[in-house]
């Protein structure tokens, strides 16, 4: 006698979730289970009362199989780093790629000529997709300064506002 579920309409649960069972494909016999008795489908998905156990796939595994609260916990908790300030970063992995995407922000203050230099907490390890900066010169009797990049690298950028000592916020993306 085989006890593999073929189909969902063949698992059989009360509201209240204390009868669980499963129905034997080829008799169409229904084995109940109590709540504390737990139910095993295929083998690898554990219902005991309102918990539902399963074995914890390994890093890496894009399957189908469930994801638990361990395998996305381990997958995410310790995959994203960050420096959540406000000169501050966050990194993520790549499927496939060993290097992590970026982002990465701050505020800048340009010098007496109007030119600032921004270096980068974090290096780009490949490639700098795209650094945005604008003007924090806002206000009643603001001058409206344009900020304008003039170059970048992996490991900075460097700008130019029109005229002297503002601020500037930057947002940068790469990997």
Do not use: H
């Not at 000169?87 to 109007?114: I, M």
């Amino acid at each position: 006698m085989s006890t593999k579920i073929t189909s969902v309409a063949m698992v059989n649960s009360t509201v209240d979730g204390t009868t669980v069972g499963a129905t034997t494909p080829e008799t169409g016999a229904f084995t109940e289970l109590s709540a504390t008795q737990g139910l095993n489908v295929a083998g690898a998905l554990i219902a005991t009362g309102t918990a539902v156990t399963a074995p914890t796939a390994a890093v890496g595994d894009n399957s189908t199989n469930v994801a638990t609260t361990a395998w996305v916990t381990r997958a995410l908790g310790s995959a994203v780093a960050a420096l959540l300030a406000s000169d501050g970063y966050a990194k993520w992995p790549v499927a496939g790629s060993a290097s992590p995407l970026v982002l990465q922000w701050g505020t800048a203050y340009s010098g007496s000529t109007g030119d600032l230099t921004v270096t980068f907490t974090e290096t780009f390890q490949n490639a700098l997709f795209q650094v945005l900066v604008t003007s924090l010169d806002f206000g009643p009797g603001a001058t409206r300064n344009v900020v304008y990049i003039t170059g970048q690298s992996t490991s900075g950028f460097t700008a130019a506002t029109g005229s002297s000592s503002i601020a500037c916020s930057w947002f940068a993306v790469g990997y």
